[in-house]
């Protein structure tokens, strides 16, 4: 007798079809095999089943018994497919009907692994089953109570779709048993209520408030246009003088997810197992700081299995690289490629892996190894040498560089009174309003392109002038001169103009403060 299942495997953060067949033949010996490159996870989930169906009081086959995965060329790995082989092998004894008065499984995708006693525990990537599930016309997901709140965010996406009348249902259960009573019938479906993500979008409180930071109101702007247009920020001066609480306080302007990119950050951590249990939604954007002392795929992500790595973790969020040379010059170099195009691919010999990366990148720094620079020539060449550390095309990725200088003690002294997060986050909302109105969704300043720039950048005479003095003296590269009318755009928004004039374009060179040191 044969039963198929529907499942899926992940390859990187998407999900792909699977179908768990299952043969049995009840007068052949008892043995039980299972094919379709699976990991040892997966062929350990023979023994998980027969233990989690006998504890349940089922039945187990007796006899041969084939498992196939297919499509049998993708390598399967994880315990995800525990709950999709035990129900086939009830299916082939009888135990749940194909047309029965229950669940119709046949219209279901189904994952968990299995406890020995027939508990059901959350594997990653059932959200991105259920958006397999959506787009491939089933009426839903059956999965571990624990992943139903990620499922459910996509049963909201879909919700919110207009003319969608068919509803997709997410189905949590806790254990082997309780999925045998949906699909005969003895228990009737309670699918889990889909998310109202707009409801839970809201813009985080930031840990630290910028009132809180003095004496860098400079260090201040630049934040705000790093926010408003999406740009790369390095912030160089003495140890303490504020960098790390900028970084901290950054979230705090920076404009909520929109749905879609909640669900797309939520689709990573869910495949990278990071999502907590019982949360089904990233709110807030990530703000990621990995230590210096990270590898390459640590960062970039890797791995014999590709996983994703901080800048994917990143996503539509914060990527905080602290103390910027003292990371491993290999490590910074992996980098260069997805700060402009904004994904990552991992190779491998099986296939290759992409990985989204649209993230910030803020960066701090001493201007030395010592934290300070030493007066005259000696103190000179040994921030060059330091500064050596990080080449030049990894800085001519970084739009803004911003100088932090050792904060005096009137203004230590003295109450807050510099400008407040609430504050700069209506700057930066109010320029992203001008952007998406002029744009479209989603096309922050740091993403246009030449062809873009020419069409929503607009120089006068007076600012071009200015842009070709400041190309020729510094020697700017080509990347520079784009990146230096993006900042522009983003001040004139700021200010409210349309057209980038020399005030806004000389602002935006003084913002390459590397370009002229170096």
Not at 76 to 95: F, T
Not at 146 to 169: K, L, S, T
Not at 206 to 211: E, G, K, Q, R
Request: glycine content about 10%; charged content about 20%; aromatic content about 4%.
């Amino acid at each position: 007798m044969l039963a198929r299942v529907h499942s899926m495997l992940l390859s990187g953060i998407d999900a792909v079809g699977c179908e768990v067949e299952v043969d049995f033949d009840s007068v052949g010996l008892d043995r039980q095999a299972i094919v379709g490159l699976p990991d040892a996870a997966v062929r350990e989930s023979l023994d998980r089943v027969h233990s989690a169906i006998g504890n349940s009081g089922l039945p187990f086959p007796f006899g041969r018994t084939l498992i196939n995965l297919a499509p049998a060329d993708l390598r399967k790995e994880g315990p995800l497919y525990d709950l999709p082989i035990a129900v086939a092998m009830l299916l082939v004894q009888g135990v749940v009907m194909d047309d029965g008065p229950g669940l119709d499984h046949r219209r279901y995708l189904f994952a968990g692994e299995l406890a020995l006693d027939g508990r059901l525990r959350p594997v990653p990537g059932c959200l991105a089953m259920a958006s397999l599930a959506a787009a491939e016309g089933f009426a839903g997901v059956v999965v571990p109570a624990a992943n139903a709140p990620e499922a459910a965010a996509v049963a909201g996406r879909i919700a919110m779709q207009p003319g969608r009348d068919q509803p997709f249902d997410v189905i949590g259960v806790r254990t082997l048993c309780e999925v045998v009573g949906l699909l005969t019938g003895s228990i009737e479906p309670d699918p889990v209520p889909p998310m109202d993500i707009a409801g839970q979008l809201a813009s985080g409180e930031a840990s630290v408030d910028f009132a809180e930071i003095k004496g860098q109101e400079p260090v201040k702007r630049a934040a705000v246009i790093a926010a408003s247009g999406g740009h790369n920020l390095l912030m160089l001066g003495p140890a303490g003088t504020g960098k790390t609480m900028v970084a901290r306080a950054l979230p705090g302007i920076l404009p909520p997810m929109s749905p879609d990119e909640a669900i797309e950050t939520t689709r990573i951590y869910s495949a990278a197992g990071r999502l907590p249990a019982g949360e089904g939604l990233v709110r807030e954007r990530p703000v990621r700081t990995p230590h210096h002392t990270a590898s390459s795929p640590a960062i970039v992500g890797g791995g014999a299995v590709p996983r994703p790595g901080e800048i994917s973790l990143a996503h539509h969020g914060v990527l905080f690289l602290d103390e910027l040379p003292e990371f491993h010059k290999s490590v910074l170099e992996t980098l260069r490629q997805p700060t402009e195009d904004h994904v990552v691919t991992i190779a491998r010999a099986s296939g290759s892996v992409r990985f989204p990366a649209d993230f910030m990148l803020i960066a701090a720094m001493n201007p030395t190894p010592r934290g300070d620079v030493a007066p005259g020539e000696v103190g000179r060449r040994e921030m060059e040498r330091y500064l050596g550390r990080i080449s030049g095309p990894m800085l001519d990725r970084i739009d803004l560089h911003v100088e932090a200088p050792r904060v005096p003690w009137s203004d230590l002294a003295e109450a807050p009174t510099g400008t407040d997060t609430a504050a700069m986050r209506q700057q930066v909302l109010s320029a992203r309003d001008r952007q998406r109105a002029r744009q479209g969704s989603g096309l922050v300043n740091a993403r246009l392109s030449g062809r873009q720039l020419d069409q929503h950048a607009p120089i006068t005479e007076a600012g071009m002038l200015l842009l070709r003095q400041a190309m020729t003296e510094l020697g700017l590269s080509a990347r520079a001169y784009d990146k230096l009318r993006r900042i522009a755009r983003t001040i004139a928004d700021l200010d409210g103009l349309e057209a980038i004039d020399a005030p806004q374009l000389a602002e935006a060179v003084q913002y390459r403060l590397l370009d002229r040191r170096l």
